[in-house]
């Protein structure tokens, strides 16, 4: 039997091309006030995989806008009733998949009373979230029911990329933009498996730039359905300390694309390997692929802003069949809910 988790994965396509489709009207007025008013400060507000979501926003503003982008501690606000003083004009992102957390809409309600602009980036538009924010960007993922987020994330990832692409002066992302779904639906085909960590007890999943993101996403999902305990780094800040953990045959697996950070994530693997790590390594390119001992060839790239979204799609239906090979069950985390309500 196919699990839920698989079959969301395979969803991501059609619900990005909805997407693209059916926001295109609200994306390009929500950047042409954004054009005339671009934000001093963007923050982000957000819990779980949409954390990492909201973390690639934060890459792809700094780096292709220069806007400044931080991240709110929602407990700051939930728990110790303090709200940051933050310049004019301010954009605040949220983003969720079911808009009900309470610290999440309570830190969107706090910042728009003060003047914040809010943007939610939400799967259900009849949440709380979706009522409290200025401006809605729904996900169109339809209903998620497997406790791992995949559509749903990789929705986030594509609205963020949807805003950008109508920001930015250059059209190149808009002119790449209505190829991702096929591109989405292709690396589902990306060859290799994760059978090396049939036995793991430990992992490090390392990316790095616009892929750190969803090295966290990718670690995520092996704690919740394979019981993995792995652990997300971007490739410099591994060398800070945690590669002192590495002993032969420690698995770390790297997400990996051509852009600005290739040649120096390239040499960063070369050195691990030297340590005794197994790499396993999920990429489009041939230079990184050569380091592995574990390639997973993922057959299509697209724009470096776009690519992490296929690494991600790649990596799903991996996690799903190493869930199933550890004998486990991927539609039903140990401990866990769809939805998780903190403050």
């Not at 950047?31 to 507000?45: G, I, S």
């Not at 998620?144 to 594509?158: G, H, Q, R």
């Not at 994760?194 to 007890?201: G, P, Q, R, T, V």
């Not at 800070?240 to 045959?249: F, I, K, N, R, Y």
């Amino acid at each position: 039997m196919v699990s839920r988790m698989r079959l969301e994965a395979e969803e991501a396509p059609q619900v990005v091309e909805r997407l693209l489709r059916e926001n295109e009207a609200e994306v390009r007025d929500l950047a042409a006030f954004l054009r005339r008013r671009p934000p001093a400060l963007v923050l982000t507000a957000a819990r779980g995989s949409s954390d990492h979501a909201a973390l690639f926003a934060k890459y792809l503003l700094e780096a292709r806008l220069e806007w400044p982008v931080l991240s709110l501690a929602p407990s700051v606000l939930t728990l110790y009733q303090a709200r940051l003083r933050v310049p004019f004009p301010s954009l605040l992102l949220a983003y969720s998949q079911s808009g009900e957390s309470p610290d999440v809409v309570e830190t969107v309600a706090a910042y728009r009373r003060h003047g914040v602009f809010t943007v939610a980036l939400v799967n259900r538009e009849d949440s709380p979230l979706a009522q409290i924010a200025e401006v809605v960007l729904p996900l169109h993922a339809g209903e998620e029911k497997a406790v791992a987020a995949t559509k749903s994330f990789l929705a986030m990832l594509a609205a963020t990329l949807h805003l950008l692409a109508q920001l930015v002066e250059e059209s190149r992302l808009r002119q790449a933009l209505p190829a991702l779904p096929e591109a989405l639906h292709r690396a589902l085909e990306a060859s290799g498996e994760l059978d090396y960590l049939e036995d793991a007890e430990n992992l490090f999943v390392l990316g790095r730039g616009f892929t750190y993101p969803v090295a966290l996403e990718a670690a995520l999902k092996l704690k919740e359905v394979a019981a993995l305990h792995a652990e997300g780094f971007s490739a410099a800040e591994f060398l800070h300390g945690p590669q002192a953990l590495l002993e032969e045959g420690f698995p770390l697996l790297a997400l990996v694309q051509g852009d600005e950070a290739l040649e120096g994530f390239l040499k960063t693997l070369e050195g691990l390997r030297a340590k005794g790590a197994h790499l396993l390594v999920l990429s489009p390119e041939p230079d990184a692929l050569a380091l592995a001992h574990t390639p997973l060839a993922l057959p299509v790239a697209l724009e470096p802003e776009l690519t992490p979204l296929l690494l991600v799609q790649a990596f799903y239906p991996k996690a799903e069949a190493l869930a199933r090979a550890r004998g486990l069950d991927p539609d039903r985390p140990r401990h866990l809910s769809k939805v998780t309500r903190t403050r």
